[in-house]
């Protein structure tokens, strides 16, 4: 009997089109519509939606469409740590965790409880097997690669992983759902966290927060505005400060460049190329190198302290439970929370979650 | 396909089908116009009407047709907001168009309270009395119950409670064609009904009024259903409706025998091959071929996925707008543990089915638990 997959399908173009191709290579596919999020205001609800069209897409292919409510391990798993790493103010990832615990996890072991040998998903990630170990890849498409979001998964996720447009570009993945008829071929791509997605992210966090406002103050100490809590800033952030004309000298926009925990003030300086907002080392933690063995510390590798930021040169110093790393050149807006992912030429080779930045490499 | 479903649905009789497909070609005319065409439409409609009414010993001007169930109920309960009483009483295990629009109205100042019901699902008459105060103006319980088949003591509520003079509703729509329903035995006031479930056509349903002035109209537009429903009139369905009224009360003795001998031939079956699962509801007094298992250490989207490979249609309650599965209301509301509440299958036989999709039914479990 042939292989049978499970594909994740979103509804969307991307998973849409990974599901068309296992097809074409002769799996026997089932698509699965995964449930994360209970959407209590209607006002967001696009669930319904999305099912509607992944229902389409698996009509039109001739697979059958199960559904899977996740619920509750996303709560417990993704959103609690989610709000935790808010509340101290540091920039949670949770699609990395929801791909970790969730997607690769409690959607996995639900795959193959119906018998399914592997699972695949629309990401732009490509997975290479060499002798007993199986390697992440960058996304062929280098505009939309998503293995930054990939980089705690292990050897046995990965291996019972497909990636099956991780080979294209975006531009051909929407032609190929075109050609097939797929009602989501121009269907927008979905932005920012998923249970977030289009709504102000500031409005929807303040549902699980007290109110915490307190002062926005200058590098030189001044008060120059106020801030409503400290969770809804990130380091680098621009928009949002409401620090009006009048304040500092040169005409510059502000940037928020630290977050005083204790003192619950939020620091901002002026101008992209204040030093501040540049750091040439961070420590991280929760390290995960998919392959199960770190590199070498003269590997050469690059890394990424965000979704989407360049490539950077650094060099990583093993320490006890973390590790130092060391960049070729400073990097803005180094955020507590977020993750460094780490590549060697264009394979992920792992990484781990930002706890503290400097300029010095003591500590 | 194997169809077990026949509660969320049921094939449409042929007799109906090819009906449908007469009146929608000959008889287009609006039933409102005067002309030769048109009062053939509405003598059509009328005899239909008749039909519905004999099925359920009612009288022709009692019966009002509907969009479906939903709407019957909706039509009923949203009256209340119209009412000087704003009170209404239903049972903890309605279906959602009874619940949720009592969610609903209480916006427009209804309140209400659920009566409990106990392990098999049978809803407790003192425990509805105990609910009653001087401003209930509704009480509205179902026939019987569309997970588990459970049939409620219509009667014996009704006659206590119209005794006080308030007006009580039933929701029939999983009765009509399984069980005898005669609205005055019942001695109820408002009975929905939907032909869907009954082998007749989606789309249409009707609401039983004991007495029309009761009521005010709820979709408004024109004179249609003597005022109390606008819109111009679903012909074919509505004629759809009376022909499988008619088949299923002519019919009803031989098909609940036919279903009761397919559920006891299915569980002696299931007990050969498993011993690992718990019937819920009240054998003893429930919709013939209508069972609610669960099946113990086993998930019940998990089984369902599996049958659906095999192409066995199957329930496990109600999934929502996603295809998800969520702990059914009504088996938390009869007790039932989550664990068990998530293994829950509802298998429903039709008449159409038979001993040897059973048999075939019973070699695919025996594969899969």
Request: aromatic fraction near 8%; charge should be negative; glycine fraction near 8%.
């Amino acid at each position: 009997m042939r292989d049978t997959i499970v594909i994740g399908m979103s509804g969307g173009v991307d998973s849409a089109v990974a599901a068309s191709i296992l097809v074409e290579n002769g799996y026997n596919v089932e698509a699965v519509f995964m449930k994360n999020w209970d959407e209590e205001d209607q006002e967001f609800c696009t669930a319904a939606e999305d099912y509607k069209d992944a229902l389409q897409v698996c009509e039109i292919l001739n697979i059958p469409l199960r559904s899977v409510d996740l619920t509750d391990q996303y709560w417990e798993k993704v959103f609690k740590v989610f709000l935790n790493e808010c509340e101290k103010g540091r920039t949670p990832n949770p699609d990395i965790l929801c791909n970790k615990e969730i997607k690769f996890r409690a959607f996995l072991d639900y795959a193959l409880e119906l018998g399914a040998t592997k699972i695949a998903t629309g990401h732009y990630a490509q997975i290479k097997t060499t002798d007993n170990n199986f390697q992440l890849l960058r996304g062929k498409d280098s505009n939309k690669d998503q293995s930054y979001f990939l980089y705690r998964l292990d050897q046995s996720q990965v291996s019972k992983s497909i990636f099956p447009i991780g080979t294209l570009d975006k531009e051909r993945v929407r032609e190929k759902a075109n050609s097939l008829g797929f009602l989501n071929h121009n269907k927008k791509d979905s932005t920012g966290i998923c249970f977030i997605g289009e709504r102000n992210f500031r409005k929807f966090l303040k549902k699980y927060f007290d109110e915490q406002p307190g002062e926005i103050i200058s590098d030189k100490g001044t008060v120059i505005g106020e801030h409503e809590g400290l969770m809804y800033y990130t380091y680098g952030q621009r928009q949002g400060l409401g620090i009006g004309g009048g304040h500092g000298t040169i005409d510059a926009p502000w940037y928020v460049s630290d977050k005083i925990i204790q003192e619950n003030r939020l620091v901002a300086v002026q101008g992209h190329d204040h030093p501040d907002l540049y750091h040439s080392y961070l420590t991280a933690t929760n390290i995960n190198w998919i392959s199960g063995s770190s590199p070498g510390e003269n590997d050469i590798i690059t890394s990424k302290i965000r979704y989407r930021s360049k490539d950077s040169g650094c060099k990583i110093k093993k320490q006890s439970d973390s590790i130092l790393v060391e960049f070729d050149s400073p990097q803005f807006a180094v955020a507590p929370g977020q993750s460094i992912v780490f590549y060697h030429n264009d394979v992920c080779i792992g990484g781990g979650i930002i706890e503290a930045r400097s300029n010095t490499p003591s500590h | 396909m194997l169809y077990f479903d026949n509660s969320a649905t049921t094939p449409i009789h042929p007799e109906v089908a090819e009906k449908l497909d007469y009146i929608n070609r000959e008889h287009y005319a609006n039933p409102s116009s005067i002309y030769n065409q048109g009062r053939k439409a509405k003598s059509l409609i009328e005899n239909a009407r008749k039909q519905v009414a004999d099925a359920i010993g009612a009288k022709s001007d009692q019966i009002f047709f509907t969009s479906g169930g939903t709407e019957a109920n909706n039509q009923v309960l949203w009256n209340s907001i119209e009412n000087d009483k704003k009170h209404i009483i239903a049972s903890s295990i309605e279906h959602p168009a009874v619940i949720r629009v009592i969610n609903k109205i209480r916006s427009f100042g209804i309140t209400s309270s659920l009566a409990s019901v106990d392990e098999d699902g049978t809803v407790d008459i003192d425990s509805i009395l105990k609910l009653v105060n001087d401003d209930t103006g509704l009480v509205s319980i179902m026939l019987a119950n569309n997970e588990v088949g459970t049939i409620q003591p219509i009667k014996e509520i009704a006659k206590k409670i119209t005794r006080l003079n308030i007006p009580f509703h039933t929701d029939a729509v999983q009765a009509l064609g399984k069980i005898p329903v005669d609205v005055t035995s019942l001695g109820i006031d408002y009975l929905s009904l939907s032909a869907h479930k009954f082998y007749g056509p989606k789309g249409i349903g009707a609401l039983y009024i004991k007495n029309k002035k009761t009521l005010k109209s709820f979709i408004i537009g024109g004179e249609q259903e003597f005022g109390l429903r606008g819109g111009t009139e679903n012909i074919a369905g509505i004629i759809g409706m009376g022909i499988a009224a008619e088949i299923a009360t002519k019919d009803i003795d031989s098909c609940y025998s036919h279903l009761k001998h397919l559920e006891d031939y299915f569980l002696a079956k299931l007990h050969s091959i498993s011993s690992n699962f718990i019937r819920n509801g009240n054998s003893n007094n429930c919709l013939p071929g209508l069972i609610s298992i669960s099946f113990k250490g086993h998930k019940s989207d998990v089984l369902m996925a599996k049958l659906d490979r095999k192409n066995i249609a199957v329930s496990n309650g109600s999934a929502c707008n996603t295809g998800n599965i969520k702990p059914s209301n009504i088996l938390k509301e009869m007790g039932i543990r989550d664990d068990l509440n998530l293994s829950t299958l509802r298998i429903s036989f039709g008449k159409n089915n038979n001993e040897k999709e059973i048999d075939k039914l019973i070699e695919a479990l025996k594969e899969i638990l």
